[in-house]
């Protein structure tokens, strides 16, 4: 069975540039989820997807960014502009459903730094 | 709410000793809790997880935790470390009536020495 794929793996722009992160969840999986990793903590989750319908958005910084999850497979995240604060690991995930005992798979992440 | 404290943010421990990770939760409501492995430059591993039913709960690789909600403690242990099991580690809580949002703490580093 193929894992999370999240693309690319590594980013670096500068500060107000725009970047955008690609994320191909475990085939089935009805639940999506965006995390921000910040170095030295856990992952702090940005926005959860039930199919292609938003779960939960409270912490997302909607003022500069964005996510989409058409058709209800693939997903995109956006930041724009950028800030030196958004330099962190964004960590996608995937579970077959949104209950609270389903284990969440993840993928490698993407590695962003903004100078 | 809920939230998740790992004590201790860096653990070290000699080859074939015992490994302690402690890990206290708090939430309003019947927790699910997880406990998670991140090697370098990768993703979230599942080691193991609480839902319901035995508070024991064996995972993968040797692991295990126990759920005491006396203590609202998820400590994981491991009776005999292997230099492979140096990563860095992660509890989370949720519960059913939240759609599976999931609070994770802040990690803690184990390393293992020989």
């Known amino acids: 069975e193929a894992g999370v794929a999240q693309s690319p793996r590594y980013k670096i722009i500068e500060k107000r540039q725009s970047v955008a992160f690609w994320c191909n969840p475990i085939?089935?999986?009805?639940?999506l989820y965006w995390y921000q990793q910040i170095l030295g903590q856990g992952p702090k989750l940005l926005i959860q997807?039930?199919?292609?319908?938003?779960?939960?958005d409270s912490q997302l910084p909607k003022d500069r960014f964005s996510a989409e999850r058409l058709k209800g497979v693939d997903s995109t995240l956006k930041i724009q502009p950028a800030k030196l604060e958004d330099s962190a690991v964004y960590l996608c995930?995937?579970?077959?459903?949104?209950?609270?005992?389903?284990?969440?798979?993840f993928g490698p992440g993407t590695r962003l730094l903004v100078l | 709410a809920q939230s998740v404290t790992q004590l201790g943010s860096h653990v070290s421990v000699s080859e074939g000793a015992l490994v302690l990770l402690r890990c206290n939760y708090s939430?309003?409501?019947?927790?699910?809790l997880f406990w998670y492995v991140q090697y370098p430059n990768q993703g979230l591993q599942l080691l193991l997880k609480y839902t319901t039913g035995a508070t024991l709960v064996k995972g993968i690789n040797g692991f295990e935790a126990e759920f005491k909600k006396s203590e609202t403690s998820f400590h994981l242990t491991k009776p005999s470390a292997h230099m492979s099991d140096a990563a860095e580690y992660f509890c989370?809580?949720?519960?059913?009536?939240?759609?599976?949002?999931?609070?994770f703490g802040d990690g803690t580093t184990l390393t293992v020495k020989p």
């Open positions: 997807f039930q199919n292609n319908g938003v779960v939960d």
């Open positions: 995930a995937s579970s077959l459903d949104s209950g609270g005992g389903e284990t969440q798979y």
């Open positions: 085939s089935g999986h009805a639940t």
């Open positions: 989370a809580v949720t519960h059913n009536t939240n759609a599976g949002k999931s609070t």
């Open positions: 939430s309003s409501v019947p927790p699910y």
